[in-house]
């Protein structure tokens, strides 16, 4: 079983850039795909992004591509979501979410583990 902790979260002006950081603990992190969830109070969680076992496979929610980058490293056992141009609408709590089977992509259903959520405001 893996432990997922989010970090790097805060309050950021319109058109600011936020990194934020995925750590894992608890399993074998290479053999995860991760996953990029936000939601905001009364909303369903939604897709941001994610990346696979081997750092192939990335892919965006259309809110957000072009602005965002993912990047994992596995020798640190971390994720990261660079998120350039940031907007009102991207304030949010983001989660990010293990896939331990593949294939989840943007079902969050799909994916087995998740950590706290870090907040992200962005002030216009």
């Known amino acids: 079983q893996v432990q997922l902790v989010e970090s790097g979260g805060g309050l950021v002006q319109a058109g600011g850039s936020l990194r934020l950081s995925c750590a894992a603990s608890g399993g074998i992190f290479r053999r995860y795909a991760i996953g990029w969830f936000r939601q905001v109070p009364g909303k369903e969680r939604e897709f941001v992004a994610t990346i696979g076992v081997s750092g192939f496979g990335r892919s965006f929610a259309d809110a957000v591509k072009g602005r965002c980058t993912i990047s994992r490293d596995n020798t640190k056992n971390t994720v990261y979501l660079q998120m350039n141009s940031l907007k009102p609408e991207d304030t949010a709590v983001y989660y990010c979410?293990?896939?331990?089977?593949?294939?989840?992509?943007?079902?969050?259903?799909?994916?087995?583990?998740w950590g706290q959520g870090t907040q992200v405001t962005v002030s216009s």
């Open positions: 979410a293990a896939d331990q089977e593949g294939g989840a992509g943007s079902n969050a259903r799909g994916y087995e583990y």
